[in-house]
């Protein structure tokens, strides 16, 4: 490939962007990266939800939006204060033990195992295991992990993933929080014990595993926990799951193997019991989202919406990594904070004036399980029927140039159709998720606006299979993602973000002018959601 092909895409975008901007600074990513640079100082302290750095970046942005002329769209002017209460599991004083017929075996928090604090685990509890696949079911998708197990007051083990057999995004939606823990619920589980697939792991264990000494959170309203009910939830090293499954005729390579394979995962109890003993440091505090609108100018359509999302929190201080505790989240998602601003900034300096209302929302929280958005989503701020469509930026990874864009969401509805024009008419190319096993689709702010029926999609830069930036992204996740390293000393493409943020508003611009709002696909798992 010359250089000149490869530096198509975003040289395409470049050009048209001179005409759309107007007098803008120009998207070579300057201004992109200074915002960058302030969220992810480490003045900031990697910004952890409730935190005072948090609340210095929700500020910062505040102060951006109204530099920029935007209306304020908070109930507290720019801000909506969101109420938490915080969980930390004491590990001095909690413990995890295998009991089976030959004695017990106690399990070292951290290297073997985890208590995670999302379920509001239970002081002390003491449960049959039971291994069921996949812990799914759900009849549409014709699965059904749990059919002739009994689980009711058991732990539910299973591998983390779905069958190859069930398209991506409802695969996404049946792991997601809320269906599982409505499922065991239903079930009468006591909780849940996954096991991750080494294969679809994100981050390696010896780093994932620092995150148990950091706070988990949930919303103060019950009704918005999703775990509720449940007894306990525990993540367990696959490099140690053999302790699991020793004795029950069965191994953990085994399932692995058929997991691989696509064949269908056991069902079977595993002859043990766990025994968990559990202490929980417990707090409540405040945090921020960030709104504003750049208001439409149709007088029966401004009243409508169009969401631009990004999340504003990361880890906060957390374990030293190489004498590092300071968790920046410069790409994860300080960037996608600054495409945020960048893009109002685009749209104001171009002289737009979408027919439809462009509201612009940073959001808490999103670290801690999409907590600030399903705040916003639940209670917004603006009538929940007028908003049409979210376009969410979660770290959407500059590193190379602009020459691919994936689609979270492409195929679910009209919105993926006006992202894939937008990006062609830009000579980018547009792509569906590379790899629906990481089940992104869920795992961000948009599922939150998903949830209540609004057409909503996630863009990242993209990367061909196979390809160089293929690596590079791969390499990024390994040694950067939810680590120190993501600070403002690593490589980045500037011009590919300008580029991206100039697609970003020429599709918000598209979207707020469009003679009928967004709708899902009649193929579409999620249109259920707004019937």
Same mark, same amino acid.
């Given at each position: 490939?010359?250089?000149?092909?490869?530096?198509?895409?975003?040289?395409?975008?470049?050009?048209?962007?001179?005409?759309?901007?107007?007098?803008?600074?120009?998207?070579?990513?300057?201004?992109?990266?200074? =915002?960058?640079?302030?969220?992810?100082?480490? !003045?900031?302290?990697?910004?952890?939800?409730?935190?005072?750095?948090?609340? !210095?970046?929700?500020?910062?942005?505040?102060?951006?939006?109204?530099?920029?002329?935007?209306?304020?769209?908070?109930?507290?002017?720019?801000?909506? $204060?969101?109420?938490?209460?915080?969980?930390?599991?004491?590990?001095?004083?909690?413990?995890?033990?295998?009991?089976?017929?030959?004695?017990?075996?106690?399990?070292?928090?951290?290297?073997?195992?985890?208590?995670?604090?999302?379920?509001?685990?239970?002081?002390? #509890?003491?449960?049959?295991?039971?291994?069921?696949?996949?812990?799914?079911?759900?009849?549409?998708?014709?699965?059904?992990?749990?059919?002739?197990?009994?689980?009711?007051?058991?732990?539910?083990?299973? %591998?983390?993933?779905?069958?190859?057999?069930?398209?991506?995004?409802?695969?996404?939606?049946?792991?997601?929080?809320?269906?599982?823990?409505?499922?065991?619920? !239903?079930?009468?589980?006591?909780?849940?014990?996954?096991?991750?697939?080494?294969?679809?792991?994100?981050?390696?264990?010896?780093?994932?595993?620092?995150? *148990?000494?950091?706070?988990?959170?949930?919303?103060?309203?019950?009704?918005?926990?999703?775990?509720?009910? %449940?007894?306990?939830?525990?993540?367990?090293?696959?490099?140690?799951?053999?302790?699991l499954f020793a004795g029950s005729g069965h191994a953990f390579l085994e399932i692995l193997q058929a997991a691989q394979?696509?064949?269908?995962?056991?069902?079977?109890?595993?002859?043990?019991? #766990?025994?968990?003993?559990?202490?929980?440091?417990?707090?409540?505090?405040?945090?921020?989202?960030?709104?504003?609108?750049?208001?439409?100018?149709?007088?029966?359509?401004?009243?409508?919406?169009?969401?631009?999302?990004? =999340?504003?929190?990361?880890?906060?201080?957390?374990?030293?990594?190489?004498?590092?505790?300071?968790?920046?989240?410069?790409?994860? @998602?300080?960037?996608?904070?600054?495409?945020?601003?960048?893009?109002?900034?685009?749209?104001?300096?171009?002289?737009?004036?979408?027919?439809?209302?462009?509201?612009?929302?940073?959001?808490?929280?999103?670290? !801690?399980?999409?907590?600030?958005?399903?705040?916003?989503?639940?209670? $917004?701020?603006?009538?929940?029927?007028?908003?049409?469509?979210?376009?969410?930026?979660?770290?959407?990874?500059? #590193?190379?140039?602009?020459?691919?864009?994936?689609?979270?969401?492409?195929?679910?509805?009209?919105?993926?159709?006006?992202?894939?024009?937008?990006?062609?008419?830009?000579?980018?190319?547009?792509? $569906?998720?590379?790899? $629906?096993?990481? @089940?992104?689709?869920?795992?961000?702010?948009?599922?939150?606006?998903? *949830?209540?029926?609004?057409?909503?999609?996630?863009?990242?830069?993209?990367?061909?299979?196979?390809?160089?930036?293929?690596?590079?992204?791969?390499?990024?996740?390994?040694?950067?993602? =939810?680590?120190?390293?993501?600070?403002?000393?690593?490589?980045?493409?500037?011009?590919?973000?300008?580029?991206?943020?100039?697609?970003?508003?020429?599709?918000?611009?598209?979207?707020? @002018?469009?003679?009928?709002?967004? =709708?899902?696909?009649?193929?579409?798992?999620?249109?259920?959601?707004?019937?």
């Amino acid at each position: 490939m010359t250089n000149a092909t490869r530096f198509l895409g975003t040289a395409t975008v470049l050009v048209a962007a001179a005409t759309f901007a107007k007098g803008a600074s120009g998207p070579d990513g300057e201004r992109w990266w200074s =915002h960058v640079a302030v969220l992810a100082d480490d !003045k900031l302290e990697g910004r952890n939800t409730g935190g005072e750095g948090h609340r !210095k970046a929700a500020l910062y942005v505040a102060g951006q939006f109204q530099k920029l002329g935007l209306e304020p769209a908070g109930t507290a002017g720019y801000l909506q $204060p969101v109420m938490f209460k915080s969980k930390q599991i004491d590990e001095a004083r909690s413990s995890l033990v295998l009991v089976s017929k030959n004695g017990e075996e106690p399990l070292t928090l951290g290297d073997d195992a985890i208590i995670g604090s999302r379920i509001d685990p239970a002081p002390a #509890l003491e449960a049959d295991l039971v291994f069921a696949g996949y812990g799914l079911a759900n009849s549409e998708a014709g699965h059904d992990d749990f059919q002739g197990l009994d689980v009711r007051g058991k732990l539910v083990v299973c %591998l983390m993933g779905a069958p190859a057999s069930i398209a991506g995004s409802l695969a996404a939606h049946m792991q997601s929080g809320g269906e599982r823990g409505d499922l065991l619920r !239903k079930l009468g589980a006591a909780g849940i014990v996954m096991i991750p697939n080494p294969k679809n792991m994100d981050i390696p264990w010896a780093r994932s595993s620092l995150a *148990r000494f950091m706070p988990s959170m949930g919303l103060v309203d019950p009704m918005m926990d999703d775990t509720r009910g %449940l007894l306990l939830g525990v993540t367990v090293n696959p490099a140690r799951a053999e302790k699991l499954f020793a004795g029950s005729g069965h191994a953990f390579l085994e399932i692995l193997q058929a997991a691989q394979a696509g064949k269908p995962l056991p069902r079977f109890a595993l002859g043990k019991r #766990l025994k968990a003993t559990v202490a929980v440091k417990r707090a409540q505090l405040e945090s921020q989202n960030v709104v504003a609108i750049l208001p439409g100018s149709d007088p029966e359509l401004k009243g409508e919406y169009v969401v631009m999302s990004a =999340h504003l929190d990361h880890l906060g201080i957390g374990e030293p990594i190489k004498g590092d505790a300071i968790y920046n989240g410069a790409m994860d @998602n300080a960037s996608g904070v600054a495409a945020l601003l960048d893009v109002a900034a685009i749209l104001k300096e171009s002289g737009a004036r979408p027919r439809r209302s462009i509201l612009f929302l940073a959001v808490t929280g999103e670290e !801690k399980g999409l907590l600030g958005s399903r705040f916003f989503a639940d209670a $917004p701020t603006v009538d929940r029927k007028a908003i049409v469509a979210d376009v969410n930026v979660d770290m959407f990874l500059p #590193l190379y140039p602009l020459k691919r864009l994936t689609i979270y969401g492409l195929g679910e509805s009209d919105l993926g159709d006006q992202v894939a024009a937008v990006a062609t008419e830009l000579g980018v190319a547009p792509d $569906p998720d590379p790899e $629906p096993k990481r @089940n992104i689709f869920i795992r961000s702010d948009q599922y939150s606006f998903i *949830r209540r029926g609004i057409p909503s999609i996630a863009l990242k830069v993209g990367f061909a299979s196979g390809s160089p930036e293929a690596a590079v992204q791969k390499r990024w996740l390994t040694e950067r993602y =939810h680590a120190p390293s993501d600070d403002l000393k690593q490589p980045v493409d500037k011009p590919a973000a300008g580029a991206f943020d100039v697609l970003v508003a020429k599709l918000l611009e598209r979207v707020a @002018n469009g003679a009928e709002r967004p =709708h899902w696909k009649d193929s579409s798992f999620f249109k259920r959601f707004a019937e």
